[in-house]
């Protein structure tokens, strides 16, 4: 079965810091993706990034970027000289084709708290 | 570009009492359309996914029921809600060939 754990449960960092979220995830499809989601305070998820299990190469979107390491099956997310704007709750997200959708399994999140 | 409606935001129901939400993408057809549910706890469980009209696939089993009327309109059912239904009930739509998936707004459920 698929499996996505994130093992930190909450994370507080003063504005500035650079702060990294882990992601390890179980799958046994030689094909899938992997996601980030943000979940700030309104609730609403909000899509960060996927990537496949082709591509390993690290991406970087401004101060967000992820490390994707399939010998030890884990995607984390690092972000760079923290704002107060990052506090919110992150997922990670393991994707499986089921019956012509897909679905998402997804971590139980990390908190993020950004303090000034 | 595509947008995707909640309805309603937040709803306060007793035990016993009907549910109804809803659920609407704009600017796109075919998706494939998934309900998701939020307890306090955070993580988030995937109840149904339709990928067509009359289409519904059940994750768990349980006190509630899904239907897919219209293309881009996917509703939340419960004939009688138990205290247990209370969360954050997401709705969200991803395209046929595509894996990412778009959340809505969310409706927060307390049953009392």
């Known amino acids: 079965a698929q499996k996505v754990t994130q093992a930190q449960t909450e994370i507080s960092v003063v504005e500035k810091e650079d702060v990294t979220l882990d992601c390890v995830y179980e799958t046994r499809d030689t094909t899938y993706y992997l996601f980030w989601y943000k979940q700030p305070p309104s609730g609403e998820l909000v899509f960060l990034i996927r990537r496949n299990s082709f591509d390993e190469q690290n991406e970087i979107s401004g101060r967000y970027s992820w490390n994707f390491q399939k010998s030890t099956s884990s995607f984390n997310f690092t972000i760079t000289a923290s704002q107060v704007v990052d506090s919110a709750v992150y997922f990670c997200?393991?994707?499986?084709?089921?019956?012509?959708?897909?679905?998402?399994?997804f971590g139980t999140g990390t908190q993020l708290k950004v303090e000034l | 570009s595509q947008t995707i409606h909640q309805w309603p935001a937040t709803l306060v129901q007793p035990v016993g009492s009907p549910l109804s939400l809803e659920c609407t993408v704009e600017g796109t057809s075919n998706p494939n359309l998934y309900w998701y549910r939020q307890a306090a706890g955070r993580g988030l469980q995937l109840l149904f996914y339709s990928v067509g009209i009359g289409q519904i696939s059940s994750e768990v089993p349980q006190n509630l029921s899904a239907s897919r009327p219209q293309d881009r309109q996917f509703i939340l059912s419960s004939k009688k809600l138990l205290l247990s239904d209370s969360g954050f009930y997401l709705c969200a739509w991803s395209k046929t060939a595509s894996y990412e998936q778009y959340f809505g707004p969310g409706t927060r459920l307390t049953v009392t």
């Open positions: 997200a393991l994707s499986e084709r089921k019956g012509g959708g897909n679905k998402l399994t």
